[in-house]
């Protein structure tokens, strides 16, 4: 059976990992690498390497550090931040990672979804939605790091970006992101409820509980974390005990021994 | 013991290259035909879509070249798709060295992605391995041998699916051993033991 994925997140500035609360008041939390080995060696199913300074100061992916990381992990490995275009995928995809995620230049130019698939297949195509409550049932889209409004409704985006060739919904509640009051659950259910792809819940873990909530109530594949991961608040592991007493399939340590 | 890692100009070489390091190998990134002539077995990767991938080995002559290769070949992912006949995805033809067809998953959510258990019936691709072990899949095709003999090893998503094939030394998985941790490790190694007898005995 298809397990229920942990994925910490590195939020990665000027070569740091970095963690802020609803997208500000950033703090250090440590070097990527470091970090990414040890949730590799703690039982992560999957690594996200997000470049937050990328997009807003128009700069580029930072290549020479993912393709580092990339180079010490045996588990899967997202990375976003800057992607605007065919080239800039291909760039960080040939740099190591296994897939990319696109945000603001999706939403400016939704086309750059269709030519992605087309050019490296709709797998590695992740596309990372950040969104907002209304307080009415509605969540709008945001863009530029969480600091541009679009008029964008994140349900309706959601899937016509899965109909234009997204493989995946990375949904970041802004609302939850860094509080650690849990995911936004009526969020998830909109979204799963809308696409067929899978879809990553992010913002708002504060512990196992959350998760289970994310991935059973809100449908999610995937639970995102970064700050409770980061200042070793809860053991990969721990989480995963959760969730198997839960009921959902978790992938356990291997013994298979190395080579 | 040489391997190339072939070019198809679509996706991620690192993790491949990283893993045959980690196992002492030191691969040969291999964009061209000649490579294939000075090399003991060759690994088709992973990342990508058939069509654009195929239009890639086409362009460079590889298409041909892997063909007729006769040496131990290891398919992974797209790479093990492109050794049937032709894939749904596209709606093309692939390098047709082993019989079958490629077709789309009837499980949902599609991709199909993440950890899942890999059944397998023992071969030596998977000493080693227990029969179940999860490896890390994301794809939404998978191919259906015409050869039912060919299937070595099987998982689920929305009914079982073709998770490795053996035709002789050609061998493909669809799930990503450079990226499924030890136990993708230790496949990868029987992979290169594989070779290494082969190129002795020869």
């Known amino acids: 059976m298809l397990r229920k994925r942990i994925i910490p997140c590195l939020d990665v500035a000027d070569g740091r990992v970095v963690k802020g609360v609803r997208f500000v008041d950033l703090t250090d939390e440590g070097d990527p690498i470091e970090l990414a080995s040890r949730y590799v060696a703690e039982g992560a199913d999957e690594i996200c390497f997000l470049d937050i300074t990328a997009s807003h100061e128009a700069r580029g992916t930072l290549l ?29 995809l040939r740099a190591g990672a296994d897939k990319v995620a696109v945000n603001t230049a999706a939403v400016r130019r939704p086309r750059l979804l269709v030519e992605c698939a087309a050019a490296f297949g709709r797998q590695c195509v992740v596309l990372a939605v950040d969104a907002r409550s209304d307080g009415a049932g509605s969540w709008e889209v945001y863009t530029h790091g969480g600091r541009r409004a679009t008029g964008i409704d994140a349900i309706d985006w959601c899937a016509a970006g899965a109909a234009l060739g997204a493989g995946e919904i990375l949904l970041t509640s802004m609302d939850r992101d860094g509080t650690k009051d849990g995911y936004d659950i009526d969020l998830l259910a909109r979204v799963r409820a809308a696409v067929d792809i899978p879809v990553i819940a992010s913002g708002g873990a504060g512990d196992a509980d959350h998760m289970v909530e994310a991935l059973v109530a809100g449908g999610a594949d995937a639970v995102l974390a970064a700050s409770i991961f980061h200042r070793s608040e809860h053991a990969i592991s721990e989480v995963k005990a959760t969730l198997a007493s839960a009921g959902l399939p978790v992938r356990v340590p291997s013994l298979v021994v190395a080579p | ?103 789309e998953l009837a499980g949902r959510p599609l991709p199909h992605m993440g950890w899942n258990d890999v059944h397998h019936r023992g071969d030596p691709l998977f000493d080693g391995i227990p029969s179940g072990e999860p490896f890390y899949f994301v794809h939404s095709y998978a191919p259906v041998p015409e050869d039912p003999a060919v299937i070595i090893a099987t998982s689920a998503h929305g009914g079982r699916f073709t998770a490795a094939v053996r035709s002789g030394n050609r061998i493909g998985v669809q799930f990503h051993p450079e990226r499924s941790g030890t ?13 290494r007898q082969a190129t002795h005995a020869a």
């Open chain 1, 64 to 92: 020479e550090l993912v393709h580092r990381t990339a180079a010490v992990l045996t588990v899967p490995f997202t990375v976003g931040g800057g992607v605007g275009s065919v080239a800039d995928m291909r760039a960080v």
């Open chain 2, 1 to 103: 013991m040489r391997i190339a890692v072939i070019d198809h100009g679509a996706g991620n070489l690192v993790s491949i290259v990283a893993a045959l390091e980690r196992l002492g190998i030191d691969p040969v990134v291999a964009a061209a035909p000649d490579a294939l002539e000075a090399t003991d077995a060759v690994i088709l990767p992973g990342v990508g879509a058939t069509g654009t991938a195929m239009a890639r080995l086409n362009e460079r002559g590889l298409d041909r070249a892997l063909a007729a290769w006769p040496g131990p070949m290891l398919g992974i992912c797209v790479g093990l798709q492109l050794l049937f006949d032709t894939s749904d995805e596209d709606g093309g033809s692939c390098l047709g060295v082993i019989p079958g067809t490629v077709r």
């Open chain 2, 183 to 195: 136990a993708g490790l230790r496949l990868l190694s029987n992979f290169v033991r594989a070779c």
